[in-house]
Nanobody, 123 residues
């Protein structure tokens, strides 16, 4: 059982930056991949970014490419999402999740989820 705890959300002005963190504990293996998803009010949860723990390979949604960067700290078993040039449309609850395999955008393959952290971008 993997436990995930997110932090780092908040209120920021458009054009600003935030860094989200997701700390994993429990039965976490290096072959796993960790992803970030977000859900805005009235919308479906959507894929943001993912990273494979062992290879470091990454995948990004087109809407965040060039603005967001996902990274990991092996020692802390923590994944980060650096978000720059934030826009009002980035406002959402951001959740991290774990899948036992390569990076994927398919949320149904992620078995473990954190509680989420709110990101609000004011325009």
């Amino acid at each position: 059982q993997v436990q995930l705890v997110e932090s780092g959300g908040g209120l920021v002005q458009a054009g600003g930056s935030l860094r989200l963190s997701c700390a994993a504990s429990g039965g976490f293996y290096s072959t796993y991949s960790m992803g970030w998803f977000r859900q805005a009010p009235g919308k479906e949860r959507e894929f943001v970014a993912a990273i494979n723990w062992s290879s470091g390979s990454t995948k990004y949604a087109d809407s965040v490419k060039g603005r967001f960067t996902i990274s990991r700290d092996n020692a802390k078993v923590t994944v980060y999402l650096q978000m720059n040039s934030l826009k009002a449309e980035d406002t959402a609850v951001y959740s991290c999740a774990v899948t036992a395999g390569p990076v994927t955008t398919m949320r149904g393959t992620y078995a473990y989820w954190g509680q989420g952290t709110q990101v609000t971008v004011s325009s």
